[in-house]
């Protein structure tokens, strides 16, 4: 049999696991093969190659290695709390061992002899050293196991598996007797080209390397081989995929620049664009006059132009006889494009519309018919565009805001609307940071508006406490007495929901006695609400008839109130980071100095206290997204977990950012010399990219 066959044999016919416990390596760790065991690499490995001495111990939490006796040992308490509690010597001082698990059997060990290595993880309790379920060891029979004596692997695992008996060392047992039977060779994923001209190990020694090293340094190769595998093919799928699309779908060509564009650019912008934004619509425009399809991700902080510059590329559309659709998250910022671009486009001949779950049947039919007869230039909308029964005459653009909260299916929904698929333009107020972008978003073009717009002040933020409350009341007072408006945010999390909402009242009630009428008025919306109610809330609020809003995150993306210049956020310990820089992007967007203040509780988290101090110390938003990268990882970022291309199991796009560019680099070239891979040096890599491919279910292909 060789070494690929016997690697796909299900993981149930090793010895030592049987159905039982394949069940649990299936559910809980999706490891269904021998191959899929062989994958499942160790989060660290602790050092048995020495073996230190008691006196060394100098901070507990460490694996250690000792050599030495066991002076006496002893059974203590009844049923659930017997344990068995034994005393250890090497002659530099004294360590206490003992077992809740397993008593008879190391009863028995113990009464036969005393010498022993002992390894384990050291803890003080009592102030004295001691270690639970320590591994026993014979001196003289060391060579038995051999394999597990040098750089020992810790595998994670999970309540239900180690119930199962599936702790961290039967998973190492089970590798290391797994190893022992592969004999043949293992054919290579990469050309020999690429594993010579970047010094790599070979893919079985890396195997091999990752679970049971020799030294250091081999598990330093074992490592680089195998994030370098993960992350090239990462990049050449994107990349491969990209080809794909750019070759199957031939796009739309906007050939002229016309009057509805050149109109407005001289006649409607109050204001100069960015040299970002002008950089921005020329990528674009250079991307829709190509033949093929754009996809093209656009990415800027909060209040940087994203939609003014969506909105001239709308136009370029428009100059070219194709309508445009514009897809928001919620009904709220659907409606706030949709008055902005109203209210822009008013001198011109260029047709609006909006669609909306709340749409009347009545006024949706006749929507449905003037887009069909072609009447209707650009649509905004939620999910509502892409229903079926909304078919446009001639869509030629499509722009998605806020992506990362559309499914790459209902995106791909845009994609049918019309025979030519339309040119994709996707937002997102989020930053993202490179290494992250190119990992996920790989396959999109990328551009990014890097520059505020001139006189826009950086919001100031502050941390304050619950004590501080009457000194943020009295600010709220000053800030309203000249005229501004405030935000008060309350968290809403799903698993509190009705927490929550009592917080969000009980805030209300306490505004409400600081601020009174008529001298103050208050609104508030939240998500629970009718949307005739919230959009009303909405409204007063934007036309300052109430001075202080509270609500919960519904406000958390695209409203636009310039007079709001101070938003409070409560608990603000129980956001995310980048969900308070959205927050924080909802004031400081006229010309007045705008504040942001963080409210939280007297106790908080170390991970708590990093966000604060993180979001006081910064506003740009790409050194905030860096530091919610590290805080978090990427598995979360962007809802980057649906689509499944986060889940590296041994890169971190973090730590090996430079092995992310390069690899990247390499599978670009590659793909330049040789596109369809099929030279004979890259077969293997034909080969592991289909398969690769196959597995994914081109989800690459729309994002």
């Known amino acids: ?146 394999i597990a004596q040098r750089f020992y692997p810790l595998y994670n695992t999970s309540e239900k598996a180690k119930k199962a008996g599936l702790d961290s060392k039967t998973v190492a047992k089970l590798t290391a007797s797994l190893l022992t039977q592969i004999h043949g060779e293992m054919p290579e994923i990469l050309s020999t080209n690429i594993i010579s001209q970047h010094h790599l190990i070979s893919l079985k020694s890396a195997l091999f390397a990752i679970h049971y090293p020799e030294n250091q340094e081999q598990l330093a190769q074992a490592q680089l081989r195998l994030k370098f595998d993960e992350l090239f093919f990462t990049q050449l799928k994107l990349l491969k995929l990209k080809l794909l699309v750019t070759k199957k779908n031939k796009g739309h060509v906007f050939a002229r620049v016309g009057d509805f564009f050149n109109d407005f650019y001289h006649r409607c912008l109050t204001f100069d664009l960015t040299s970002a934004q002008k950089r921005v619509i020329r990528e674009i425009r250079r991307d829709m006059s190509s033949g093929q399809q754009m996809n093209r991700l656009l990415q800027g902080d ?108 209902q995106r791909a929904k845009l994609w049918k609307k019309n025979i030519i698929p339309p040119h994709i333009l996707v937002m997102t107020a989020t930053p993202i940071p490179r290494t992250l972008a190119m990992t996920v978003y790989g396959d999109l073009e990328l551009s990014v508006i890097d520059e505020l717009p001139k006189g826009r002040k950086p919001v100031i933020t502050k941390h304050l406490y619950e004590k501080d409350r009457l000194m943020l009341f009295g600010f709220i007072k000053k800030q309203i007495d000249i005229g501004r408006q405030v935000f008060v945010v309350y968290p809403l999390i799903k698993e509190s929901e009705k927490m929550d909402l009592l917080d969000l009242q009980a805030g209300f009630d306490n505004m409400s006695r600081a601020f009174p009428l008529p001298q103050y008025a208050i609104g508030m919306v939240h998500g629970k609400m009718k949307n005739e109610v919230k959009e009303f809330e909405m409204q007063r609020f934007a036309k300052n008839q109430t001075s202080i809003l509270l609500s919960t995150t519904v406000i958390e993306v695209g409203i636009d109130i310039p007079n709001a210049t101070v938003m409070i956020i409560e608990n603000a310990e129980r956001f995310g980071l980048s969900q308070l820089h959205q927050l924080r992007g909802r004031v400081g967007r006229g010309g007045e100095q705008s504040y942001c203040i963080l409210m939280s509780g007297d106790k908080l988290s170390n991970e708590g206290k990093q966000r604060l101090q993180a979001m006081v110390a910064t506003t740009d938003g790409f050194e905030i997204a860096n530091f919610d990268l590290k805080l978090r990882g990427p598995g979360d970022l962007q809802g980057t977990q649906q689509s499944g291309i986060i889940d590296f199991k041994i890169a971190d796009i973090i730590k090996d950012e430079q092995l992310v560019v390069y690899t990247r680099n390499l599978a670009k070239k590659l793909l330049e010399t040789d596109p369809d891979l099929k030279a004979t040096e890259n077969q293997s890599i034909a080969k592991q990219l289909q398969l690769l491919i196959r597995q994914d279910n081109f989800w690459g292909m729309i994002s």
């Open 302 to 409: 909060v209040g940087s132009g994203k939609t003014i510059t969506a909105l001239l590329v709308m136009l370029i559309a428009k100059d070219n006889g194709f309508q445009s659709c514009l897809m928001a998250p919620t009904e709220i910022l659907a409606a706030q494009h949709f008055e902005n671009i109203s209210k822009q486009l008013s001198t011109m001949n260029v047709t609006v519309a909006i669609l909306t779950g709340s749409t009347k049947t009545a006024q949706r039919k006749q929507i449905h018919q003037r887009l069909q007869n072609g009447e209707i230039d650009i649509l905004i909308g939620t999910h509502a565009l892409i229903e079926n029964d909304v078919i446009f005459n001639n869509l030629g653009l499509a722009v998605i805001d806020e992506q990362h909260r559309f499914g790459v299916e």
């Open 1 to 146: 049999m060789d070494t690929l066959t016997y690697l796909a044999t299900p993981i149930e016919y090793l010895k030592g696991v049987g159905p039982r416990r394949s069940d649990i390596l299936k559910n809980e760790f999706n490891i269904v093969t021998f191959n899929d065991l062989l994958h499942y690499y160790p989060f660290r490995h602790v050092d048995k190659s020495t073996v230190y001495q008691i006196a060394d111990i100098q901070t507990e939490g460490l694996y250690m290695q000792f050599k030495g006796k066991i002076v006496s040992f002893e059974i203590l308490g009844e049923h659930r709390a017997k344990r068995l509690a034994a005393k250890f010597t090497d002659g530099t001082g004294n360590l206490d061992l003992v077992w809740f698990n397993g008593i008879k059997w190391v009863e028995d060990i113990l009464k036969q002899q005393s010498s022993f290595i002992v390894f384990g993880r050291v803890t003080a309790f009592n102030n004295r050293w001691n270690i639970s379920h320590p591994e026993l060891i014979d001196p003289q029979n060391r060579t038995e196991n051999a």
